[in-house]
């Protein structure tokens, strides 16, 4: 089974400022994928980025990018001159590619306010 | 491209009712599916997922069951509604990547 672990309920940024979301796993399986999804106001969950686990490279999305530490079960999201409408709750999660479901195991959330 | 739709958006329904939230997905062809329930200030519930037209996989026993009648079309339905029923209901699909899209939800309020 997979957890996703996410320590940090809020956070806080300055406009055009730098952050970065922690998130750790844990798996036992070699083939798996994460994701960082966005839920803004509306509820609705968008997916920032995701990241293959098979892949060295992190995973770049416009300001959005990761640190995916493998051995170290690591996986954080860095948002880069952040904007008013990254103001969101933040969800870390992993699929196990060898599962027939696909499930996907989401972290608690970190939820982002972003300081004008 | 594709799309995913689920209505209605918001529902205020009596203890002891029925309910059925739909969903479905335009522009792909034999997507696996998904029911997440998310309760106020937590994180996401896998509820049910049918990768096939009438194959329905439970992963929370509840109150609730899911149907799927067409190959893009995802029901989730209850005879008998509970207030822990409450919460905020998200569809969503995968394709042939590992990805899942979700829908925009329904607010389902049991009184």
């Known amino acids: 089974a997979q957890t996703v672990t996410q320590s940090q309920p809020e956070m806080s940024v300055q406009e055009a400022e730098t952050v970065t979301l922690s998130c750790t796993y844990d798996?036992?399986?070699?083939?798996?994928?994460l994701f960082w999804y966005k839920q803004p106001p509306s509820r609705q969950m968008i997916l920032v980025i995701r990241?293959?686990?098979?892949?060295?490279q992190n995973a770049t999305e416009n300001r959005f990018s990761v640190n995916f530490q493998k051995a170290a079960k690591s996986f954080s999201l860095k948002i880069s001159d952040s904007q008013l409408g990254d103001a969101a709750m933040y969800f870390c999660?992993?699929?196990?590619?060898?599962?027939?479901?696909?499930?996907?195991?989401f972290g608690k959330g970190t939820k982002l306010s972003v300081i004008p | 491209s594709q799309t995913i739709h689920q209505w209605p958006a918001t529902l205020v329904q009596p203890v002891g009712s029925p309910l059925s939230l739909e969903c479905t997905v335009e522009?792909?062809?034999?997507?696996?599916l998904y029911w997440y329930r998310q309760a106020a200030g937590r994180g996401l519930q896998l509820l049910f997922y049918?990768?096939?037209?009438?194959?329905i996989s439970s992963e929370v026993p509840q109150n609730l069951s899911a149907s799927r009648p067409q190959d893009r079309q995802f029901i989730l339905s209850s005879k008998k509604l509970l207030l822990s029923d409450s919460g905020f209901y998200l569809c969503?699909?995968?394709?042939?990547?590992?990805?899942?899209?979700f829908g925009p939800g329904t607010r389902l309020l049991v009184l």
């Open positions: 969503a699909w995968k394709g042939s990547t590992e990805t899942q899209y």
């Open positions: 798996t036992s399986e070699s083939d798996y994928y």
């Open positions: 990241q293959e686990a098979y892949k060295q």
């Open positions: 999660a992993g699929v196990y590619s060898g599962a027939g479901s696909y499930q996907l195991t």
């Open positions: 522009g792909t062809s034999n997507p696996n």
């Open positions: 049918s990768v096939g037209i009438g194959q």
